[in-house]
Every structure is written in C-alpha cells, then in structure tokens.
C-alpha cells in the first residue's frame, strides 16, 4: 500500500491506496477518480472497495458511479451485471451517493448483436462499448447535477471503458461531456491482472 500526497488537489490527508494513481488531467475541480475494474477478479474488487472507502473518508469523494446497474439505479437487486459488489458496499453509507451508469439502450442493442451473432468479435470491440464509456461520463455527471451533489466522484468500470474514457480526457472531449473543467484521477488495484 502506497500514501498519495493530492494536496494540490485540496485533499489534506494523504490517501493509502494499494494500486497505482496516476492523474491525467492536473486542472479542474471537481476530482474524478476513474477506478479500474476487473469483474473476474475478487481480490480486485477487494482492494477496490478498500480504495474506494479510503477516498470516501479522505478525498471528498460523495457521489460513485458503477457499472453494475442501470442509469440512475443501484438498488442490490437490479444488478445487470454479476459483480454489484462496489455497489452493494456502499449503498445506504453515511455521506456517500452510489449510482448505475450503465445505458440499457446501449447495453441491450450490444447484448442482443452478441447473443444473435451479429457481432462475433467480443463485447470489448463492439462499438457500443465506446458510447457506453461516453454514457457513463456524461450520466454520471448529469446525475450528480440532478442530485445537487458536491464533492469530489468515483466511477467504478471495466478497464476498456477507463481507457476510453481516458483516451476522452486526453482529447479533450471528457470536460465536454461531463459540462465542467474536471481533474481525472485513475487508480488501478495491484491485483488487477497484468496483461
């Protein structure tokens, strides 16, 4: 486990983290910690809620968005994925705000192309699985708006939508669709599997 100084980032207290951060955006406010997510891998998402209840207690995060539910939704038996375990974590924590990202529009018209052979390439290459990444960002700053929420956010998704949404920032595009001047903060677990 690693302390991450982000006292440039008006986070007081360093934050023990057992991963890697690596900021890519260093202007904005509010935070966006983008946290990697490998559904198969339990210690991954062990050491992900660990990361994530430390930056609830000492970064500001209020607001976390995941992958596991539906747009708006993080009740723990609406799960359209089977890894809620971010989600049914922080449900119903004092100060924090858990919210699916996933579109179902999105996510149905990928689903049936896959299971009626449509697309035989795999989910990560469907070209949905892009806007799905654009969804999230921009649903999960819609949200927090509609919610009045402030505080600094966590969004809590599979690798290739990070890098998506990563390669956004890099571009120039993430600020667009999250209506805001945001600094965004990766954190990848150490159990996360090297490729």
């Not at 747009?71 to 922080?90: I, M």
């Not at 004092?94 to 689903?111: N, R």
């Not at 795999?122 to 949200?143: E, I, Q, V, W």
Request: hydrophobic share 40%; glycine share 8%.
């Amino acid at each position: 486990m690693a302390a991450y100084n982000l006292s440039h980032l008006g986070i007081v207290q360093p934050v023990n983290v057992e991963g890697v951060v690596t900021e890519l955006q260093t202007a904005g406010k509010p935070v966006l910690f983008l946290i990697d997510e490998h559904h198969t891998t339990p210690d991954c998402i062990t050491q992900n809620i660990a990361n994530l209840t430390e930056l609830v207690a000492k970064a500001g995060v209020k607001l976390i968005g995941v992958e596991s539910h539906m747009l708006g939704d993080a009740s723990p038996v609406t799960a359209c994925n089977d890894h809620p375990e971010v989600a049914n974590n922080f449900l119903g924590q004092a100060g924090v705000t858990v919210v699916g990202v996933e579109s179902a529009e999105l996510f149905a018209q990928m689903e049936e192309d896959i299971y009626n052979g449509r697309w035989v390439a795999g989910a990560k290459t469907h070209p949905n699985n892009y806007l799905r990444s654009y969804s999230y960002l921009a649903g999960l700053f819609r949200l927090r708006r509609e919610k009045n929420l402030d505080g600094n956010l966590a969004l809590n998704a599979g690798r290739a939508h990070i890098d998506h949404i990563a390669e956004m920032v890099r571009c120039g595009r993430a600020d667009e669709l999250a209506g805001q001047a945001v600094h965004y903060v990766r954190v990848r677990a150490t159990a996360y599997p090297t490729l």
